[in-house]
Structures are given as C-alpha cells and as structure tokens.
Nanobody
Framework: QVQLVESGGGLVQAGGSLRLSCAAS????????MGWYRQTPGKERELVAA???????NYADSVKGRFTIARDNAKNTVYLQMNSLKAEDTAVYYC??????????????WGQGTQVTVSS
C-alpha cells in the first residue's frame, strides 16, 4: 500500500502565499509523475501542476507564473509553492502520484485533500 499525506493548506488573504507538501510512503519502487489537482463544489477536479521524475513540469494556464511545483525524489515528496493567490484559487487541493509498485506495474494514488481558502 501507498499513502500520500498532504499538509500546508489554510486561510490566506488575496495576494498572499502558501506552500503545500505531499509525502508518499509505503511500497514504492519509484514514483513517476507527481502532481497537484484542485476541486471546488460542483466542478470536476482539475490539474494544477505536475512534475515528472526527471523534473519536467506542466502547469494549468491559470496558475502559470504564480505557482511552482518541485519534488524531492529522495524523500518521495512534492511541493507546491503558491504565490499571488487569488480568491478563485480557493479549492480543495489533492496530491496525486503515479507509483511504480512492481517492475511492470504502476498505480495512481491520491491524497486526502487539503483546503486552501483565499479571502478577497
């Protein structure tokens, strides 16, 4: 089994910053892509940012230039630095990881979610 534990959410004023962390633990050979998604009530979960094991990144247009994703492969941890936060960034943020559990098999795992609330 693999567990993803997120931390760092909270309440912040517009223009402020937050840093999310997500640590993976359990039966892990390696982790391919790690990412952050977010979801608001009544809407589908959307990709915010993702990073491959080699460091290649991908961002949603709405967060480019404001958010930065990074990972520490030795710690199986992914971070999301969120700057210049806007009210529309308010959502539950979920960590995601594609984990190689055997040589031939990878599985997708999700964290429990952490609330980010930006007050205007």
């Amino acid at each position: 089994q693999v567990q993803l534990v997120e931390s760092g959410g909270g309440l912040v004023q517009a223009g402020g910053s937050l840093r999310l962390s997500c640590a993976a633990s359990g039966s892990i050979l390696s982790i391919k892509t790690m990412g952050w998604y977010r979801q608001t009530p009544g809407k589908e979960r959307e990709l915010v940012a993702a990073i491959t094991s080699g460091g290649r990144t991908n961002y949603a247009d709405s967060v480019k230039g404001r958010f930065t994703i990074a990972r520490d492969n030795a710690k199986n941890t992914v971070y999301l630095q969120m700057n210049s936060l806007k009210a529309e960034d308010t959502a539950v943020y979920y960590c995601n990881a594609e984990v190689l559990v055997t040589i031939l098999r990878s599985l997708m795992y999700w964290g429990q979610g952490t609330q980010v609330t930006v007050s205007s």
